[in-house]
C-alpha cells in the first residue's frame, strides 16, 4: 500500500499527487514512469514520474482524468492508500552533451515536460519551454515552468492566453529566428509529438518524444507496448519510454492506442453512472 | 495384495462443451476411494526408479503407501520434506516423462497415477490438514531471492526450513510467477497457488511484491544490505515474435500478454478492469504448453473457431499430449504443417486474416527434429480476426545488464554451474534464467539444489 500524503487539483481534469513510496524515489530519473493499480479490481496503467523527493521518500504523478482508471485514482484522498505502484521504470532520459534545448509540453504533457526542464536546467543547460493548452483555463504549472527556463512560451489554440497558435508555430519561429538549440523534447499527444517532430526534422536537429502506449507489466514481458522505431520493433517500457522522434511511426502508435476504445468508454460512463465513482467492496 | 488394475484409476473432469464455456478446473480430482484404489497399484519396488524421475526427489512409495494405509496425513508430511508446492506439481508437472515414466507398472499397463494422488494428498492436507506451520529456529543470516516464480518459491521455502531470513523481491503485484499470469485457472486455481505461497509466508518467507530488481535494488545493492547470499529466480519472460509484416497490427498479442491479462488482470471476469479483445476467430501459433493454454483461454472466451498453427506435425509438439488432448476435445482445430508468412490488414490497423504456408518435414537438424521446408506455392489464407504468437520466450535481459560479473549465453541465459553457482561469488541462479523457457518442476530442482549450495557457501564463508 503507498500512501497519497499531497492533493491538488491543477486544472478540472488534471490533479496532481504526492505518494509515499520511498524505494522508487530513491532511485527515479528523469523520464522514467511508475505503474499503479488502484484497488483489487484495478488495471495497470503507466504514468511518468513528475518529480521526486529522495528526503522524503516522495513520488509526484500528474494524471489527466481521462477514464475509468483515472476517475477512480482521482477519488482518492490525502491520506489515503494506491494498491500498487510499481517502478521505478523504463530508461532514463538521456540528454547528451547539449548547450541549448528547446522543451514541448502539450496540454497534460507539461506534467513530464517540466521535470525535463528541470532536469536540464540544473545540469545547467539554457531550456526554452514551450507549453501549449487548448485554453486559457487548462493551463498547468506556468509558475513551476517559469522557474526552470529561460523563456516560457504559452501558446493556446484558441488565442485566450499566451499566444494564439499550436506549438509547432511558435517553434518555427524560434527555429528561423535563430534560437540554436541542439536538442528538442516534445512530450504531449502523439498527433503533437508527431508534428514537432516534422518541424524539426528539415533543420536536423535532434528531437527526443515521450511515446505513451498501451501497457500491461511494464517490465518487457508482454511487447503490448510496443512501437516501431526505425523499421524495428521495440518495447517501449524497457527500451523507452524516449525515442528519437525522426524514426518514431506514429501513425501505428496513435491506430494501437484505439484498440480498447469502447470497453474504455463503456467503463468510464460506467463508473459515472452506476458507482458514483466509488466502488462496492 | 496390490491392485493389478492394467489402467490408472480414472479422475473426473467436467465435459468437454461445458468446460470450454467456463474457466473452472477441468479435471476434478480424487476421491479418498479413488486414492485408495489407485494406491494401492503401487507395487512398492525396492529400487523405486520412480523416485529418481523427479526433480525434487519425493519419496513416492512411502507417500503411496501411507495414501494405501488411509493416512492422508502422513502421505502429505512425507511429500512436504522434499516438495514446497505438491498442489501446484500434482496438476502441472509432465509426469509422464518424469515419475510415471520410469514407473514399473508403466512397462506392460499404465504406470501409478502418482501425480493424480500427490494432487489428492495435497488438497486433502489444504482442506481437512491442521498442523500449525512454524518458522524455522533463525540462524542469522539473510539470503535474497529475486522473483517469485517456481525456482524462487522452491529456494526461499527450502532456505527458510534452514533457518535463514528470506526475502523474496517480486515484480508483479502477486507472487507466483507462471504459476499466476501464464497456467490458467482451468488448469491450476489460483486459490491453490495463493494457499500454498500463503504457507511460505507462515514458514518466515517475506514477500515484496513491485519490486523490479535492476531498477529498485541492483543486486549489488542487495548485498550492501546485509543479505549473503542471492539466488536469481527470474525467469524466462520475453516473448520473441516472427518479424513477419502485420505483427504490429491491433488484434495481435504475444501468448504473455494475452494469458497476463486474463489470468492475472481476470479480463475475463465481469467486475475487472483490464480490457481484453472479444475476437470471432483466433489463430494460435506454436505448439507448446503456452500455445494450448492460449488456444484453450480464447475458446472460453467465446471464439467461434481457434486454431492452434504449428510448422511441424503433431509428433514433434512440445506440449504435454494431455494438453494437446484436452485442447482438441474442447474443438480447438489443429493446424499442423503450417506456418504464417504475414498477418493481413483490414485497412483499419485491425487483423483481417493471416496468409500461411504449408510445410512437409525434411531431414533431422542439430537438436533431432526434423527440418520443416516450405511447400511453395501453398500459400492460402486463415480467416482470423486475432493472432496470438506463442513461440517461445527468452529471460528478461534487466538483471544481467545491472549486474557487473554476471555471465550470460548467446541466448541471454545466466551462466551456472552444476552446483546452480553463476560467475558472480555469492550469486546463484536457477530455473528459466538459466534454461530458458523449461517446465515448473526442472526450476523447482533447481532452486532446491540452489538452497542447498546456498547453504553450504554460506556456511563455508563463516569458517
Redesign the interface.
Known sequence: MYKIVKKRRLNDAVTLMEVQAP??A??AQAGQFIIF?VDE????VPLTIADYDREKGTVTIIFQIVG??TKLLNQLEEGDDI???????GTPTHFGEVKKVCVIGGGVGCAIAYPQAKALHNMGVEVDLIAGFRSKDIVILEEEMKAVSKHLYITTDDGSYGEKGFVTDKLKSLIEAGAGYDLVIAIGPVVMMKFVSKTTEPYGIKTLVSLNPIM??G??????C?V?VGGE?KFAC?DGPDFDGHKVDFD?LM??N???KQ??QH?SEHVCRLTGGKRHG | MANMTPNKCPMPEQAPDVRNKNFKEVALGYTPEMALEEAKRCLQCKHRPCVSGCPVNVQIPEFIAKVAQGDFEGAYQVIAQTNSLPAVCGRVCPQESQCEGKCVRGIKNEPVGIGRLERFVADWHMANGTDEIKAAEPNGHKVAVVGAGPSSLTCAGDLAKMGYQVTVLE???VAGGVLVYGIPEFRLPKKIVAKEIDKLEKMGVDIQ????VG???SVDELFEQGYEAVFIGSGA???S?M?IEG??L??V??A??YL??INL?KAYME?????I?KSKSVAVVGGGNVAMDAARCAKRLGAQNVYIVYRRSEEEMPARKEEIHHAKEEGIIFKLLNNPVRILNDG???VAGMECVEMELGEPDASGRRRPIEKKGSNFVLDVDTVIMSIGTSP?P?IRTTTEGLEANKKGCLIADENMATTKEGVYAGGDAVTGAATVILAMGAGKKAAASIDEYIKNKKK
Open positions: 524505494h522508487i530513491k532511485k493499480r479490481h484495478g488495471e495497470r475509468a482508471s494498491l500498487d505502484f510499481v517502478g521505478p521504470l500491461v507489466d517490465t518487457g514481458m508482454c511487447g503490448g510496443r516501431k520493433t524497457v501505428e491506430q494501437r484505439t484498440i480498447y470497453r474504455e467503463d | 515484480a508483479f503485484h511484491t513491485n519490486m523490479v531498477k529498485v535494488n519472460g520475453l516473448p515474435f518479424n505483427e504490429d491491433m488484434g498479442y504475444s504473455n500478454e497476463t491479462r488482470m467486475g475487472y478492469d483490464t480490457p479483445k483499419n490497423g485491425s528478461n534487466l
